[in-house]
T-cell receptor, first 112, second 114 residues
Framework: NAGVTQTPKFQVLKTGQSMTLQCAQDMNHEYMSWYRQDPGMGLRLIHYSVGAGITDQGEVPNGYNVSRSTTEDFPLRLLSAAPSQTSVYFC???????????FGPGTRLLVL | QQQVKQSPQSLIVQKGGIPIINCAYENTAFDYFPWYQQFPGKGPALLIAIRPDVSEKKEGRFTISFNKSAKQFSLHIMDSQPGDSATYFCAASNSGGSNYKLTFGKGTLLTVNP
C-alpha cells in the first residue's frame, strides 16, 4: 500500500493562476479531507468528503473547490491563486467507522 | 472561536526529561482525543489517542492524561530522546457527528537536546 499520495511536492504560482493539487489513496477509505498548515495556526480543514460524489466545506473553504468522482481521488482546485494561499497542504483519509486519519506527505505551495 | 487550545507553542528539554504538552477544549460533545506527531517535511501521523471513559492511556513512552471535568488533556513523553524532536498536535472530534471531523490545536514544537 502506498497510503495517501500527493502531487506535486512543491509548486510556485503567480497570483491569479489556477492549479489542481492531486490526492490519491489506495486503502479504499470513504473519508478524505484537505487541510492547510500555516505557522502558528495548526491544521485547518478546507474541504472534506464522506464518499464518492459527496463533499462539504470545512473551516476555511473560500478560494478552493473540490470534487470526488472516485473513492481513490480527491483533488483540490485553486481557481485564482492569491498570496494568502501560500501554505502547506495536506490530504488525509480515514476508513468508515474508524477514527485514525492517515495524512499524505504534503504539497508546499508558494503564490507570488 | 478556537475550540482546542494547545500550550506551550514550543518546548525545549534535555534528553531524559519529561516534556508535557497541554490541551483544553470547549465542546463537551467531543469524545475522541488524538495526538499527532509531525517531523519536518512530513505529514502528521497518529501517535496515541484517548476516549473520555478513561483518565490515562500509555503506549510505550507516551502517555495521555485526561480530565473530563476540567475539559483538559495532556501528553507526557517519558525519558525523551532527540528523535522525539517534532511538532505535536492535539485534536478532538465528535463521533456523533458521524464523520470524525478533527479540530486541531495549533501545535507544539518540541526540541530534545542530547
Amino acid at each position: 500500500n502506498a497510503g495517501v499520495t500527493q502531487t506535486p511536492k512543491f509548486q510556485v504560482l503567480k497570483t491569479g493562476q489556477s492549479m489542481t493539487l492531486q490526492c490519491a489513496q489506495d486503502m479504499n477509505h470513504e473519508y478524505m479531507s484537505w487541510y492547510r498548515q500555516d505557522p502558528g495556526m495548526g491544521l485547518r480543514l478546507i474541504h472534506y468528503s464522506v464518499g464518492a460524489g459527496i463533499t462539504d466545506q470545512g473551516e476555511v473553504p473560500n478560494g478552493y473547490n473540490v470534487s470526488r468522482s472516485t473513492t481513490e481521488d480527491f483533488p483540490l482546485r485553486l481557481l485564482s491563486a492569491a498570496p494568502s494561499q501560500t501554505s502547506v497542504y495536506f490530504c488525509a483519509s480515514r476508513g468508515g467507522g474508524r477514527e485514525t486519519q492517515y495524512f499524505g506527505p504534503g504539497t508546499r505551495l508558494l503564490v507570488l | 472561536q478556537q475550540q482546542v487550545k494547545q500550550s506551550p507553542q514550543s518546548l525545549i528539554v534535555q534528553k531524559g526529561g519529561i516534556p508535557i504538552i497541554n490541551c483544553a477544549y470547549e465542546n463537551t460533545a467531543f469524545d475522541y482525543f488524538p495526538w499527532y506527531q509531525q517531523f519536518p517535511g512530513k505529514g502528521p501521523a497518529l501517535l496515541i489517542a484517548i476516549r473520555p471513559d478513561v483518565s490515562e492511556k500509555k503506549e510505550g513512552r507516551f502517555t495521555i492524561s485526561f480530565n473530563k471535568s476540567a475539559k483538559q488533556f495532556s501528553l507526557h513523553i517519558m525519558d525523551s530522546q532527540p528523535g522525539d524532536s517534532a511538532t505535536y498536535f492535539c485534536a478532538a472530534s465528535n463521533s456523533g457527528g458521524s464523520n470524525y471531523k478533527l479540530t486541531f490545536g495549533k501545535g507544539t514544537l518540541l526540541t530534545v537536546n542530547p
